[in-house]
Nanobody, 124 residues
């Protein structure tokens, strides 16, 4: 069974930065596309960013484009999300996800494995 473990969440003031990390284990392979999603209270889980298994292709939600950067280190088997210029509306639980088919889509249904999530709170 694949497992994904997120870390790096916390409380930060608006305008600040946080770096989230995801460490896949178990059956998760470095050839999977990886994504980050988030879910705020009372809202649907939404796409944030995705990266292909080579790291060469990345896609972002319009709401985070220019502020967030997704990257991966296949040698260390980790995926990161650097979040800069954070806004109050970025407050959510952030989830790491893996896509076995390597499509790296923007729908949550494209992903096969999920982490437990890490809380990000941005104070205004």
């Amino acid at each position: 069974q694949a497992q994904l473990v997120e870390s790096g969440g916390g409380l930060v003031q608006a305008g600040g930065s946080l770096r989230l990390s995801c460490a896949p284990s178990g059956r998760t392979r470095s050839t999977y596309a990886m994504g980050w999603f988030r879910q705020a209270p009372g809202k649907e889980r939404e796409f944030v960013a995705t990266v292909s298994w080579t790291g060469g292709n990345t896609y972002y939600a319009d709401s985070v484009k220019g502020r967030f950067t997704i990257s991966r280190d296949n040698a260390k088997n980790t995926v990161s999300l650097q979040m800069n210029n954070l806004k109050h509306e970025d407050t959510a639980v952030y989830y790491c996800a893996a896509d076995r088919s390597n499509n790296g889509g923007k729908s949550r249904w494209d992903y096969d494995y999920w982490g437990q999530g890490t809380q990000v709170t941005v104070s205004s």
